[in-house]
């Protein structure tokens, strides 16, 4: 290794020990030795190890574990960065955004991994306090005329085995995309649908009730598993077309613990009226997804409707803005 080579390798592990304290988004995406972000090749030693392509060929062994190098790059890495290139999200919001869906995802198991451990020794006590028993998370399946309480952990299995004709698995190219629904349903009283997603369990709920005799109310939202706080962490686009009028929506989804009269009465849900005959076919699109910039906005109260003909009821995503 040449002098210059010797300075380098010396000041990288240097700076390698003050590497604790920088971001997850810095120790993936950057290089160890300039601590650039990744642009181009990124080539690895035989244990793993990143670096970039400009400071590869001034390194004979790797600055974090001494593995030799064999002129491999590593693909998975590149992939990644490109498909977030792709998408126009930085790194450190792809890395909070995952972060934040796994500590949501796991919440739940851990809270009842924790209760369960209080259940099995009930009655210990702790200074003059008895502990009492906790029971594990449970939540309420909301499918149509299904109101079963269970564990948050059985709901998945009940909706498979119980409504199993209005269960969806959503698939999304990663993620952190999209994941894509689309139904043709007709104006009855109540429809409802469960979408699963990698990143939870979330329904899709649409009631039509009579205005008067010509007029009908549509109101639509999507509702997840996961508490009212956490709520904000996940995103819905709703677009519904009934006859002439097209209907557009986009908020972060209720909590489970938000009720119907509470979610019409602050308007927080797609809701329009229309002119149609009850069982008029109704056309209901969207997708839910994680949230970027949750923290930033308030919960949205309006619907945005417009006519359109027969031959141009085709989706019109105009949540560029918000999502």
Known sequence: MDSSAQDLFCGVLVAYENRASSSLADRVFCCPVCYEKYTSNIMMCQKGHAVCQKCYPHL????????????????????????LNRLNTCPEDAVKYILDAATLRDSAAAASSSQAAKVSSPGVRQGNNTQAAVREEKTVCRMQYCRIALLAKDLRGHLIEKHKENVFQLRASSYLSKSYFNFDLTCT????????????????????????????IVTAWVQGTCT????????????????????????????????????EEKNECLNFAVRAEPYSSLKIQGYVCLNKNYSERPRRTETETEYCSNDNVSSSSTDDGYY
């Open 60 to 83: 004979e062994q790797c600055p974090l574990c001494c593995a030799r190098y064999l002129g491999t790059r590593n693909f998975i890495l590149e992939e990644i960065i490109s498909e």
């Open 189 to 216: 009283g109540g429809n409802r649908r469960a979408l699963l997603t990698e990143f939870g369990i979330f329904f899709l709920i649409i009631r039509v009730e009579k205005l008067n005799p010509k007029d009908l």
């Open 228 to 263: 009212n706080n956490e709520a904000p962490l996940f995103y819905s686009w709703l677009q519904v077309n009934v006859r002439h009028i097209k209907a557009t929506y986009h908020d972060y989804v209720h909590g489970s613990r938000s009720t119907v009269s509470q979610i």
